[in-house]
């Protein structure tokens, strides 16, 4: 259980939905769904701090966002990004409250997922609760989520027994009116993150 209680520190509120934190290296970044974010930065690239940076995308879950990010990568179809701190020369104090963010919490290490077992998602009450995943070298696909998949969890990571994370939720299927215990296809960290991330990152 103190490896659950440890990954739950690395959650935290993105727009809409979640993210969580992970060492880079010296950084702390932040894996979410792409599409938590409230629009796509521009396909380019060399475009302006400006374009990529978002305001009041952040904070503990349970609060208003109110922390600024930069996003440093974002996969549309892969549906995920990594947010950074905000350019230090030009926001300085946004930077600052970034920095005090992620520091508060405690960085997920990062691992493959097994082609099956099972695996642990954060409840909006705050609870693990168990699942199965299973992959063929692509996307995660979850199967019997106990209190289901709901809106508000997106951009929460998928958990191996041993408190890593391996991938991110980001879908659940089904009529609305019904419980949703499956879901995919969901982002596997280690095939769907960016090879300069995945050299610099703290792995179990």
């Known amino acids: ?10 959650v935290i509120k993105v727009g809409l939905g979640r993210g969580f934190v ?9 894996i979410t769904a792409a599409h938590c974010l409230p629009s796509f930065p521009p396909c380019h690239g060399a475009s302006f701090t400006e ?6 995308l952040l904070g503990p879950l349970g609060n208003e966002p109110s ?15 990594v947010l950074g701190e905000p350019d230090g020369q ?20 990062v691992t493959d997922a097994k082609e099956s077992g099972r695996a642990r998602l954060l409840s909006l009450d705050g609870e693990w609760i168990e699942c199965d ?3 063929s070298g692509g996307p995660l696909w979850i199967s019997g989520a106990a ?6 969890m997106s951009g929460s990571p998928i958990i191996a027994d041993d408190g890593s994370a391996i991938g991110i939720v980001c879908l659940s299927g089904g009529p609305p009116e019904k419980l949703h215990t499956d879901g995919g296809p969901n982002p596997r960290l280690l095939g769907n993150l960016p090879g300069w991330l995945l050299k610099s990152l703290n792995r179990s």
């Open 67 to 81: 922390v600024w990010a930069e996003c440093l990568f974002a996969d549309p179809i892969g549906d995920i990004a």
């Open 1 to 10: 259980m103190a490896n659950f209680n440890k990954a739950a520190r690395a």
């Open 51 to 56: 374009e990529r940076t978002y305001a009041q």
């Open 147 to 152: 209190k289901g998949i709901n809106g508000g």
């Open 90 to 109: 030009e926001l300085s104090d946004e930077c600052e409250a970034y920095d005090e963010l992620v520091k508060a919490c405690e960085p997920i290490p």
């Open 22 to 30: 992970v060492q880079s290296g010296r950084r702390r970044l932040i």
């Open 133 to 135: 995943v299973k992959h």
